[in-house]
Structures are given as structure tokens and as C-alpha cells.
């Protein structure tokens, strides 16, 4: 069963505007960390975002800010004041920590932001 | 600092030949994974370590092996090449511990294109 899931292939925004992107997960494990990483046209992964899952608060990071809602799983990116250089693709992922040490990771979203 | 390294970037092989690929790490990090990355699938994990002279199997372990005998690198071997092992291979580290950002972020390398003919 596909652990994560990034419903959204593609996506536009506007420069300068807010974008949202999707990430639900599904664990049985307790205690978890969720983590967003970039991936731009060059190659290499770059990270972005973590939420433990006991945060009691919503991380942020510069413009970068993950939605946390547990009770539905979800943790989605947004972005905010989209800059050209945001164009990329988009992993999120998951590590159980009780269950397992590995890291999964969703299969993308790759994003466009428009002059 | 290097990071993360892997060697080499890029490499063509022939069906049936074999290969060792390189990541080394100088953060003194106990963690170390090897992910592949196809198109539309994202990264699937290959193999992982969670301290010297350990290895564990991910999700797509058939037809590689990995060995780390020092802390500080992570190999992963391919014994017979076949064309479904044509992706881009990245190496990955981190703290492995602590529950927090700075325990549990993983630190890539560049990665290294394989085709295989």
C-alpha cells in the first residue's frame, strides 16, 4: 500500500501568489517525522521542511510553511510569494520511527510558476 | 565540509557487468540510505544502514547488495546489470536519532546517472 501520496502530478502558480501542495500519508505508527524536499531541474534534493508528529505547532521555514492536520493525515506545503526559482519538483516523505528507521517518500509534484 | 559524495556521476554499462557505486559522507552520520529515482515514481529506497556494519533491505532491494564497513561510506553493488536498473541513484545520510529536524533530515548526495544497455 502506497504509504504517501501526492494527488497533484503538476501545478501552476503565478508569481508572487501563495501555492498549496498535497501530501497525505497513512501510518499506524505513533511517532513520525514528515519532511518536504525540493527537487530543481539540476538534480539534487534539497530540504525544505520537517514536522515531528508530536509538534504541537505548524512548522515554518522562511516562506516555506507545512499544513499539520493528524487527525486526517495530511501535510501539506505551502509556499508563499512564489519566485520563479521555485520551479521544481516537490517530494514529500515520511520516517516511522518505532516501526522502521527508513525514509518513504511520495511520488512528487512538480510545479510551475508563471512570469 | 564535502557533504555528501558519490562516485561517479554517470555511468554506462552492458547488460551482465557489474559495478560498485560510491557514497561517502563527512558529517559523522549514522544513517545512511541508497534511493533510486525513476521517472513519475519518486525516490524508492534501495538499501539502508543504520550504523557500521549494518544493512537493512528497503523497498526495492532485489538485485543489489550493499555493504558499509566504515562509518563514513555506504557501497552498493550491482552484480549483473540488467536495462529495469537504468536510473538515477541517489545516496543519502542523516543523524538517524533524536525525533527532531536536526536527528532525522536527510542530507543528499548529487547522485549518479546509470545506464544500462
Known amino acids: 500500500a502506497q504509504k504517501i501520496t501526492q494527488t497533484q502530478p503538476g501545478m501552476f502558480v503565478q508569481e508572487k501568489e501563495a501555492v498549496t501542495l498535497d501530501c497525505t500519508y497513512d501510518t499506524s505508527d505513533p511517532s513520525y517525522g514528515l519532511f518536504w524536499y525540493k527537487q530543481p531541474s539540476s538534480g539534487e534534493m534539497i530540504f525544505l521542511i520537517y514536522?515531528?508528529?508530536?509538534?504541537?505547532q505548524n512548522a515554518t521555514e522562511g516562506r516555506y510553511s507545512l499544513n499539520f492536520q493528524k487527525a486526517r493525515k495530511s501535510a501539506n506545503l505551502v509556499i508563499s510569494a512564489s519566485q520563479l526559482g521555485d520551479s521544481a519538483m516537490y517530494f514529500c516523505a515520511m520516517r516511522e520511527r518505532t516501526s522502521y528507521d527508513k525514509v518513504i517518500f511520495g511520488p512528487g509534484t512538480s510545479l510551475s510558476v508563471i512570469p | 565540509n564535502a557533504g555528501v559524495t558519490q562516485t561517479p556521476k554517470f555511468r554506462v554499462l552492458k547488460t551482465g557487468q557489474s559495478m560498485t557505486l560510491l557514497c561517502a559522507q563527512d558529517?559523522?552520520?549514522?544513517?545512511m540510505y541508497w534511493y533510486r529515482q525513476d521517472p513519475g515514481m519518486g525516490l524508492r529506497l534501495i538499501h539502508y544502514?543504520?550504523?557500521?556494519?549494518?544493512?537493512a533491505k528497503g523497498e526495492v532491494p532485489d538485485g543489489y547488495n550493499v555493504s558499509r564497513l566504515k562509518k563514513q561510506n555506504f557501497l552498493l553493488g550491482l552484480e549483473s546489470a540488467a536495462p529495469s536498473q537504468t536510473s538515477v541513484y541517489f545516496c543519502?545520510?542523516?543523524?538517524?536519532?533524536?525525533?527532531?529536524?536536526?536527528?532525522?533530515?536527510?542530507?543528499f548526495g548529487p547522485g549518479t546517472r546509470l545506464l544500462v544497455l
Open positions: 543519502a545520510s542523516s543523524y538517524g536519532a533524536g525525533g527532531d529536524a536536526s536527528g532525522e533530515t536527510q542530507y
Open positions: 558529517m559523522n552520520h549514522e544513517y
Open positions: 514536522q515531528g508528529s508530536y509538534d504541537q
Open positions: 544502514s543504520v550504523g557500521e556494519g549494518t544493512t
